[in-house]
């Protein structure tokens, strides 16, 4: 057998189902796996047949690869990376690439950038979305490394890669070192916020206005006709849809514990670093924290009262104001995930191409939606755009909504309905449209408390005064601290 155009390390279901993606766009791929009976399970299973070579070793399989080698790892992020590499290393030749395909913090895709640049070997990190069914007929991905390596695996990637209707592949370059991998950080965490906002439409939909979930089911299949046509509210409604054996919904025997493998996290800390007001899909995370507190909730259930929730007024009414709070509040999440991308760019020193991605989460991901096409034309018409709420359309989408949001989280909050989401994105549009906050009585408090100093709007930015507020303080003032 001809040698293999690319290895892949690790066999769990991402790393089969990626393998057998490549080998059917024509690519010969050689596989290795630490629990190497995995290795012959899949060669003489799903791979039978097909140009998939099976390797034993981490020599074996180095031997088996064209030059320059491309390895791409598909196993558990942090310290089982950094083995591999350290592994593969001794068996690699200058120019050389290692492929991270797992979802590593994007500090570590900048260290291993760097630390194998310096030996002479390449090396991409790079986000793959989908699951499953996307990393055997077309995942989103995101790579970013070494610049060098991109043309040696575009074309592997690229044929792989989920399509949109034109044919352009959901995948292009990202940037340097860890750009690929933040920027996949924050694709799940606009998941969150998406998957955050969608539940919390159900639960208003269950227990405010009291929704049989047939009914739940069709509003969904509807909606996932319009303009919220994605793939998580279709398979929202799949899910509500679906009966146990008993014949009752599925959903409602699910505790109520949301798991989380920590990239919502990431992104969370990451605007905290740069700060940037990520506050919907911080709500998100938190939501999913306080989920995992069932035992804790239910003791509260039997001590703490609210307002028992009642519905007055016209369902379908409130179900368009329901809708378009749910677009207003998913616009707000996007926006707020774009800023944090900017901020970082500028940090980082990364020439992110903000249309391209919305290009890349077209297709393929999890976050897939019609509404990612509105964003590329936002960034396609002004690829400076510091906000997408300044952009035309989503400006005009907001407004539209306006009125319609705030009933949505006035009645929830009227009737005691946990709307973290929804609420905070709200907050964040009468933040970022107001143009004077209370701040100024925050550094009044700041400079009382500790002479952290102020700027006057009466003087230019960058001068800062110190008051003597009881008459008892000095003059002197503390350094300032600005994030």
């Known amino acids: 057998m001809s040698k293999a155009d690319i290895g892949l390390i690790g066999l769990a279901v991402m790393g089969e189902n990626l393998v057998l993606n490549m080998e059917s766009h024509g690519y010969t791929v050689a596989v290795y796996n630490r629990t190497v009976q995995k290795v012959d399970n899949f060669v003489n299973g799903r791979a039978k047949g097909k140009n998939i070579i099976g390797t034993h070793s981490i020599e074996e399989l180095i031997s088996k690869l064209k030059t320059p080698r491309k390895v791409m790892l598909m196993v558990k992020a942090g310290k089982p990376v950094d083995d591999f590499i350290e592994l593969l290393i001794p068996h690699l030749e200058k120019g050389d690439i290692i492929i991270d395909g797992g979802n590593s913090h994007f500090s570590d895709t900048t260290r291993r950038t760097k630390y194998l640049e310096e030996k002479g070997l390449l090396y991409i990190g790079t986000g793959v979305s989908g699951g ?3 990393a055997l007929k077309g995942p989103s991905i995101m790579p970013g490394g070494s610049a060098a390596a991109w043309t040696h695996v575009k074309p592997i990637f690229q044929s792989i890669a989920a399509k949109v209707e034109d044919g352009t592949p959901c995948c292009d370059w990202v940037g340097e070192n ?39 089911h069709q509003v969904f299949k509807e909606w996932n006709e319009g303009e919220l046509n994605s793939y998580l509210i279709e398979i929202t409604g799949d899910i509500l849809n679906h009966k146990d054996e008993d014949g009752e919904p599925l959903v409602e025997k699910i505790l109520d514990t949301a798991g989380q493998k920590g990239t919502g996290k990431w992104a969370v800390i990451a605007s905290m670093d740069t700060g940037t007001p990520l506050t919907l899909i911080g709500e998100a995370v938190y939501g999913r924290s306080l989920s995992a507190m069932k035992d804790e909730r239910v003791e509260a259930s039997k001590v703490l009262k609210g307002p028992k929730p009642k519905f007055e007024g016209d369902k379908k009414l409130f179900l368009e104001d329901l809708r378009k709070a749910l677009y207003a509040s998913k616009i707000i ?36 939606s019609i509404f990612l096409g509105k964003i590329k034309e936002a960034f396609d018409k002004n690829p400076k755009l510091t906000n997408l709420l300044l952009d035309p359309f989503f400006k005009q989408k907001i407004e539209s909504s306006q ?81």
């Open 132 to 134: 499953e069914e996307g």
């Open 178 to 216: 860890g750009a690929g991998h933040f920027v996949k950080m924050v694709h799940n965490g606009i998941e969150y916020g998406d998957m955050q906002l969608i539940s919390e439409a159900y639960q208003i939909m269950k227990d405010l206005l009291g929704m049989t979930y047939e009914e739940m």
């Open 333 to 368: 999440s996007y926006a707020q995930g774009y800023v944090l991308m900017r901020y970082a760019a500028q940090e980082f020193g990364w020439n992110l191409n903000y249309g391209g991605i919305a290009l890349m989460w077209r297709g393929g991901c999890i976050i897939r």
């Open 403 to 483: 009125e319609s949001w705030r009933k949505v989280v006035s009645a929830a909050a009227l009737n005691g309905i946990w709307i973290p989401a929804l609420s905070t994105a709200l907050n964040y549009f009468d933040g970022f449209r107001n143009n004077r906050l209370p701040a100024n009585l925050l550094q009044a408090q700041r400079d009382y408390f500790g002479a952290h100093t102020y700027e006057r709007v009466d003087k230019p930015r960058g001068e800062f005064f110190h008051t003597n507020w009881t008459g008892h303080g000095g003059t002197t003032a503390s350094s300032t601290y600005n994030v």
